[in-house]
Structure formats: C-alpha cells, structure tokens
Nanobody
Framework: QVQLVESGGGLVQAGGSLRLSCAAS????????RGWYRQAPGKQRELVAS??????TNYTDSVKGRFTIARDNANTVSLQMNSLKPEDTAVYYC?????????WGQGTQVTVSS
C-alpha cells in the first residue's frame, strides 16, 4: 500500500504562483510513474503532468511552459505552478502507479481569482 498526502493548495490571484507537494509513504519501492491530475467542477479529471522513474516528463498542452513537475526526493513529487489562470482552478490530485496499481491522494484545492 502507498499513502499519498498533498499540500500547498490555496487561493491566489491570476498571474501568481503556487507549489504543490505530494509525499508518499508506505511501500514506495516500485513506483514507476508519479503524476498530478485536476478536476474542476462539472468536468472530468484530467492529467496535468507526470514524471517517470527515469525522469521523463509529460504535460497537458494548457500548462506547458507554466507548470513544472519534479521529483524532489525518493518520497516527494512537486508541481510548481506559475502564471496561474482562473481556468486552472480545480482540485489537484497526486497519483502514483506501482506495479500497475493506481494510488491517489485526497486532493488539494487550488483557486485562482481573476
């Protein structure tokens, strides 16, 4: 089992920055992919960014050039979000994939005011 705890969400004005962090605990050996997803009200959950164990990253088009995903250490993955827009408002979830199983965090709210 893997437990994930997100932190760093909050309220920010458009153009501002936030940094999300996801700390993993438990059986972290074998985690292959770590990612951030988001879900806005009335919309489906979508992938924001992901990073593989060997450091390959992937971003959805709407955040390219503004968001950066990084593995801070063996347990933690972060999402640096710059130039935030109101349309970035959503609950952000951390997800890891370990031996083909998905583990999700509880989510953290990000609200960007115009």
């Amino acid at each position: 089992q893997v437990q994930l705890v997100e932190s760093g969400g909050g309220l920010v004005q458009a153009g501002g920055s936030l940094r999300l962090s996801c700390a993993a605990s438990g059986s972290i050996f074998g985690i292959n992919v770590r990612g951030w997803y988001r879900q806005a009200p009335g919309k489906q959950r979508e992938l924001v960014a992901s990073i593989t164990r060997d450091g390959r990253t992937n971003y959805t088009d709407s955040v390219k050039g503004r968001f950066t995903i990084a593995r801070d250490n063996a347990n933690t993955v972060s999402l640096q979000m710059n130039s935030l827009k109101p349309e970035d408002t959503a609950v952000y979830y951390c997800k890891v994939v370990r031996f083909l199983l998905d583990y999700w965090g509880q989510g953290t709210q990000v609200t960007v005011s115009s």
